[in-house]
C-alpha cells in the first residue's frame, strides 16, 4: 500500500491550494479515504473523509464550508481542495486509510503554510 501526498506550499490567508494523492497496492474503490492534519506538539486531526460512494462525505467543523473532499476512483486519486485558508490551517496535511481494524495506512504528508 502506498499513499503519496502533493500540492503542499505556501499560500495566502485567504488563498487556495489543492492537495492530491496517490493511492496503490488496495483496491481504492472499495475504501473510505481521510485527510489529517497535525500541527507540532498536538494530536494528528481528521479533516475530511470521504467514503467509497462520491458524495458521501465529512469534515471536522473547522474546515467546514472551506475545504472540499473529492476522488477519482478512476484514477486511484483523493483530492482536497482547500479555499479561504486561515493561519491556522497551517500544519503538515496526511493522505490516510484504513483497510481493517489492524491495518492502516498513511502517506509522507505534505506542509501547508498559510502566511502572509
Known amino acids: 500500500v502506498q499513499l503519496v501526498e502533493s500540492g503542499g506550499g505556501l499560500a495566502q490567508p485567504g488563498g487556495s491550494l489543492r492537495l492530491s494523492c496517490a493511492a496503490s497496492?488496495?483496491?481504492?474503490?472499495?475504501?473510505?479515504m481521510n485527510w489529517y492534519r497535525q500541527v507540532p506538539g498536538l494530536e494528528r486531526e481528521l479533516v475530511a473523509a470521504?467514503?467509497?460512494?462520491?458524495?458521501?462525505?465529512r469534515y471536522a467543523d473547522s474546515v467546514k464550508d472551506r475545504f472540499t473532499i473529492s476522488r477519482d476512483n478512476s484514477k486511484n486519486m483523493v483530492y482536497l481542495q482547500m479555499d479561504s485558508l486561515k493561519p491556522e490551517d497551517t500544519a503538515v496535511y496526511y493522505c490516510?486509510?484504513?483497510?481493517?481494524?489492524?491495518?492502516?495506512?498513511w502517506g509522507q504528508g505534505t506542509q501547508v503554510t498559510v502566511s502572509s
Open positions: 497496492g488496495f483496491s481504492f474503490g472499495n475504501h473510505v
Open positions: 470521504i467514503g467509497n460512494v462520491a458524495g458521501n462525505s
Open positions: 490516510h486509510t484504513r483497510l481493517f481494524s489492524w491495518a492502516e495506512y
